[in-house]
């Protein structure tokens, strides 16, 4: 290699810098200090969120277990068919009883109950917190109506007790009995005795009909069920029949003891062919009519009811009964008896022939029956 090749092939020296200028402004050096620079300031910003964050939740929390302001007295809350958790909190934020309607909503979120509220009228108690509320609407705890169906209540009674009840939404107005039956889908059948007699407890919104209905299917299980665990050799052909004889029974007496023992009676007379002879079944005959006496004249009157002029069952029940007097009409009391009077007391003496009987109408009945009135062999009221 030549000396000219070798000065050739040398590496070049290092230029040198020019005077004044800045060394220090290259890029390979500035990059690290603003790359730390972002990110401290990265860290300083998700430290004032995770702070932000930690304080939400423990408001949040705080809010959701602090009991609400709604004073010493119950407050009532309506939760709307189809109401959003957010509609629901927006109502309690108005009346001041939340803060904020979020905090609810993100409760409602964080727990996946947010579209689960069921439609009803609640009560928020005193002391509730946010938490327990959203637990009672989640659960549907509504507050519960009621309404008592009268043993020995006839059909009209039963309609005129709904009309003014304010528990009821009234849709039957201008509704015949047989328009009712048959939105009831019993098309045809008379609406006597067909709902179970007892208390029934509903939410509000419940209409007439609904309540009809929930009173019709009770009755209906009640006999099924009474039917099919009734006593041997009782002179009856269908259920229907014991139904009317339990309605007898039910006006008959108030007194639990002696629903199987007037049952007992009733049944003797049907097996030996006997006129049952009871008044209910000719006051119901006489409809409207009746003042509150019964005169000779009307045991004699032709009506289907009266059971001094015919034999046998009437053609349907004459009142609304309860299980006791179903149960009494399918188990009736073993005896003699076949006639019963009423003391004045609300009892009655039962007695095996009819000169007893005949002694104790007199004994009771007589001397304190108006005049004109009678009462008959098997039973007064």
Do not use: C
């Amino acid at each position: 290699m030549t000396d000219e090749q070798a000065h050739e092939s040398a590496p070049a020296p290092p230029a040198e810098p020019q005077a004044g200028a800045n060394t220090d402004a290259s890029p390979a050096r500035r990059r690290p200090r603003r790359t730390w620079l972002a990110l401290r300031l990265s860290l300083i910003g998700l430290a004032l969120v995770a702070g932000l964050a930690t304080w939400g939740w423990l408001d949040l929390e705080k809010v959701l277990a602090r009991p609400m302001p709604t004073g010493s007295r119950p407050m009532a809350l309506t939760v709307e068919k189809g109401a959003s958790l957010a509609s629901v909190a927006r109502d309690l934020e108005r009346r001041g009883l939340l803060p904020s309607a979020h905090y609810l909503v993100l409760h409602g979120r964080r727990a996946g109950v947010a579209t689960s509220l069921k439609a009803g009228e609640y009560v928020v108690e005193p002391y509730m917190t946010p938490t327990e509320l959203l637990d009672r609407l989640v659960a549907g705890e509504v507050v519960q109506r009621a309404f008592t169906v009268i043993e020995g209540w006839t059909f009209r009674q039963l309609r005129q007790a709904m009309s003014a009840a304010p528990t009821l939404v009234s849709t039957l107005a201008g509704r015949d009995d047989a328009e009712i039956m048959a939105a009831l889908g019993a098309e045809g059948l008379h609406p006597e005795g067909r709902f179970l007699a007892e208390t029934y407890h509903f939410s509000a919104g419940t209409t007439d009909l609904e309540f009809l209905r929930r009173a019709y299917l009770a009755m209906r299980d009640v006999i099924a069920e009474e039917w099919a665990a009734r006593a041997e050799g009782l002179p009856f052909e269908s259920p229907d029949e014991a139904l009317i004889l339990a309605s007898i029974i039910e006006k008959e007496t108030a007194v639990p003891e002696e629903r199987a023992a007037i049952a007992g009676v009733f049944v003797r007379r049907l097996r030996k062919g006997m006129r049952l002879q009871t008044d209910p079944t000719v006051i119901y005959g006489m409809g409207e009519r009746f003042d509150g006496n019964i005169r000779r004249a009307d045991l004699r009157e032709d009506t289907p009811y009266n059971t001094y002029v015919h034999h046998g069952l009437t053609p349907t029940p004459i009142a609304m009964p309860g299980r006791a007097a179903i149960h009494a009409a399918m188990h009736p009391a073993p005896g003699k008896a076949l006639y019963f009077v009423s003391r004045g007391d609300g009892t009655h003496h039962f007695s095996d022939t009819y000169e007893e009987h005949r002694d104790a109408v007199i004994r009771y009945q007589i001397k304190r029956r108006p005049r004109g009135a009678a009462r008959g062999a098997a039973g007064s009221g």
